[in-house]
C-alpha cells in the first residue's frame, strides 16, 4: 500500500488563519478540504506538500443561501449537501442531477464544490455545470477578495488562477426567471468520471432565447465551455433545428483524444447526443413545452 511522503498538519481556524498559514509555510504548503483528489495524489507521490492546512473546520464556508440576485455556494459545502439542496434545485435542477453522477456516496460524503473546482480535473464534472451557468467564484487573499468569472478560473488541466497564498471561497451563481437547466452524462459504469458530459442553461423571453449556457467535461473545451454553440441560439426561438445545430458546432469545436474511455469519434458523438438531450430539457423546464 502506498503512503504519502511525510508531511507536517495545521488546522485553520478561519479564512484569514488559513490565509496566514500558506504565507508562513510557503509554496510547500497545500490546502486540503474533502481530501479525495489531493490524498490519492500524494498517496502515488505525484504531490508532495510539506505542510497540509486542514480547513474542514472552516463552517463559515459551508453554506447554500440567496443574497441579493445570487445563488451563493461556499466552497466547503460537501458534494452530498448540493445535491439534496432544495434550495439549489428549487432555481438550479443541474445541480442535483450532476451531484447524483459524481463518484460514489462515500466520495460525495466528504469531497467538497470548492475542492472539486481547484482540483480543475479535466473530466471534472462541477465545473462543467458551473461553466454552464456562467458563475463567478470568490477568491480570498491577504488583503481582501476577488470575484472572477469561472471562464477566467482554470487556466489548464489541473491548473487554476488561485497564487499560492489564496483559497477560494464561495461561487455565486446569478438567479435567472424564465430559466431550465439540465446535465446528461455518460459514464463506463456508476461513480465513474465522465466519458463525457453536458450541463445546459436556457433563458427564454418573449419566445426567444435571451441567455444560454453549455458547459462540456472530459472533452477538453476550452474552458470547460462550448461557446459557439451557446451563440446560436441567442435570440432565436426554442426549436429542435435551433438545438441541433447547437449540439453540432459543441461537437465540432470540442477537442476530445482517445483513451481508455473510447475513441475520439465516439466522444465527439456523445458530446452532439448530450447537448441535444440536455438543451432540450432545459428548455422544457423554461418553457411548457418546446417544439
Ligand atoms: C473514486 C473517486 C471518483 C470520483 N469521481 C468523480 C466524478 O465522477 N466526477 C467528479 O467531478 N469528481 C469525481 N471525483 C473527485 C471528487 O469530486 C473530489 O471531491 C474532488 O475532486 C476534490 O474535492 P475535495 O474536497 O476532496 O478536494 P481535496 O482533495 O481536498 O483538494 C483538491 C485540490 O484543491 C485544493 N483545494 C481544496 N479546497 C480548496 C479551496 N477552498 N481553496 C483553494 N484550494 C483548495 C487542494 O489544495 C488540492 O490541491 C472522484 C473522486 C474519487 C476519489
Redesign the pocket.
Known amino acids: 500500500m502506498q503512503v504519502p511522503a511525510p508531511f507536517d498538519y495545521r488546522r485553520a481556524t478561519s479564512v484569514g488563519d488559513a490565509i496566514a498559514l500558506l504565507q508562513d509555510y510557503g509554496p510547500d504548503s ?11 495524489m500524494m498517496r502515488l507521490r505525484l504531490a508532495r506538500p510539506e505542510v497540509l492546512i486542514d ?1 474542514n473546520h472552516l463552517t463559515e ?1 459551508d453554506y447554500i443561501r440567496v443574497d441579493g440576485s445570487f445563488l451563493k455556494i461556499g ?2 459545502v460537501r ?1 452530498v449537501t448540493l445535491q439534496t439542496s432544495h434550495l439549489a434545485a428549487e432555481y438550479y435542477p443541474i445541480f442535483a442531477e450532476a451531484e447524483a ?4 456516496p462515500l ?1 460525495r460524503n ?3 464544490v ?3 473546482l ?2 480543475a ?1 479535466p ?4 465545473s462543467a455545470v458551473f461553466s454552464a451557468l456562467k458563475a463567478n467564484v470568490v477568491i480570498a487573499h491577504r488583503s481582501g477578495t476577488r470575484k472572477v468569472p469561472i471562464s477566467e478560473f482554470h487556466t489548464g488541466p489541473y491548473t487554476t488562477i ?1 497564487e499560492a497564498d ?4 464561495e461561487v455565486e451563481v446569478p438567479l435567472r426567471s424564465n430559466t431550465g437547466s439540465a446535465y446528461e452524462k455518460v ?1 463506463r459504469r456508476v ?4 466519458i463525457a458530459a453536458v450541463g445546459a442553461m436556457v433563458r427564454i423571453e418573449e419566445g426567444l432565447v435571451s441567455e444560454a449556457g453549455i458547459g462540456l467535461t472530459a472533452v477538453r473545451a476550452d474552458h470547460f465551455r462550448a461557446k459557439e454553440a451557446e451563440d446560436s441560439l441567442v435570440g432565436r426561438p426554442p426549436s429542435t433545428e435551433a438545438i441541433a445545430e447547437a449540439a453540432s458546432l459543441a461537437a465540432t469545436h470540442c477537442d476530445p483524444f482517445a483513451d481508455q474511455r473510447g475513441p475520439e469519434d465516439y466522444k465527439r458523438h456523445l458530446v452532439e447526443e448530450l447537448t441535444k438531450r440536455a438543451l432540450s430539457r432545459a428548455m422544457n423546464r423554461s418553457l411548457p413545452e418546446v417544439h
Open positions: 497545500r490546502v486540503i478540504a474533502g481530501g479525495h483528489s489531493l490524498l490519492p480547513i464556508l466552497a466547503m458534494h453522477q459524481i463518484a460514489d466520495v466528504r469531497g467538497t470548492g475542492g472539486s481547484c482540483q480535473d473530466a471534472e464534472d462541477l488561485l489564496e483559497i477560494l471561497t459514464e461513480g465513474d468520471w465522465a
